[in-house]
């Protein structure tokens, strides 16, 4: 079947550099995103979601990007800081379909070094 | 902020016995669901519910399992008889409708182990 996954599996950088999560989707009559993040012993956390008719959304020291000719998401944080430790997960769904069930990548872990 | 709970944090049960996972998800929300996460692993969907039925259910969710929303704010999963490889975290999440971008709140999971 269709499945959603990630380029790497560690991610690790220097407190106050930038951070780039990657994430191919193999869906492509997906139209929603959503990156979620997830800390131990804890449920994925919403980070930021992106619908297919953009191609970029910013929060806050968070960006989405989404590239639909390769389909390929990215999740880029600014300034990391020590509590952006955690696996990253990318997910995918059909915005209009009956459940909105979600299609999870792997997970990404980004270590956050001093 | 109002958060998806579910009770108990770990559950470990002897195979072949029931458990029943318990959730109480954010009130004015409307579409339930189950997820799963076996160790070290991808969150897999197991069911979705919304208006007292399932919606869509994965090929995980075979007869074994179940749910129910049997008052107003809990959503239970229950599987009947447990077997070794049902050890895993079990999430539970809502949404309060699907007319606009509304991700998943997930709850901070079950750890269910099946010795």
């Known amino acids: 079947g269709e499945s959603v996954g990630l380029h790497l599996p560690t991610l690790s950088v220097q407190e106050g550099d930038n951070s780039i999560i990657n994430c191919a989707y193999s869906?492509?009559?997906?139209?929603?995103f959503i990156w979620y993040k997830q800390e131990s012993g804890k449920g994925p956390q919403f980070i930021i979601d992106?619908?297919?008719?953009?191609d970029k959304r910013q929060g806050q020291r968070v960006t989405v990007l989404l590239n639909k000719t390769v389909k390929h998401l990215s999740l880029q944080i600014a300034a990391t800081q020590p509590g952006d430790s955690a696996v990253y997960f990318c997910?995918?769904?059909?915005?209009?379909?009956?459940?909105?069930?979600?299609?999870f990548g792997s997970g990404t872990q980004l270590t956050v070094l001093p | 902020e109002p958060e998806v709970t579910q009770t108990p944090s770990h559950q470990v049960t002897q195979m072949g016995q029931e458990v029943i996972l318990r959730c109480v998800p954010i009130?004015?929300?409307?579409?339930f669901y189950w997820y799963r996460q076996i160790l070290g692993q991808k969150v897999e969907f197991l069911v979705s519910?919304?208006?007292?039925?399932?919606?869509?259910k994965s090929e995980i969710f075979d007869d074994q399992f179940s749910v129910e929303r049997p008052d107003g704010s809990n959503f239970t999963l229950k599987i009947r008889s447990t077997k070794l490889e049902d050890s895993a975290m079990y999430f539970c999440?809502?949404?309060?409708?699907?007319?606009?971008?509304?991700?998943?709140?997930f709850g901070n999971g079950t750890r269910l182990t099946v010795t």
């Open positions: 997910a995918e769904t059909l915005f209009s379909g009956s459940a909105r069930q979600l299609t």
């Open positions: 869906n492509s009559a997906s139209d929603y």
């Open positions: 992106i619908r297919s008719n953009m």
């Open positions: 009130s004015n929300h409307l579409y």
């Open positions: 519910f919304y208006n007292n039925e399932i919606s869509e």
């Open positions: 999440a809502s949404i309060p409708d699907r007319g606009r971008s509304s991700p998943l709140h």
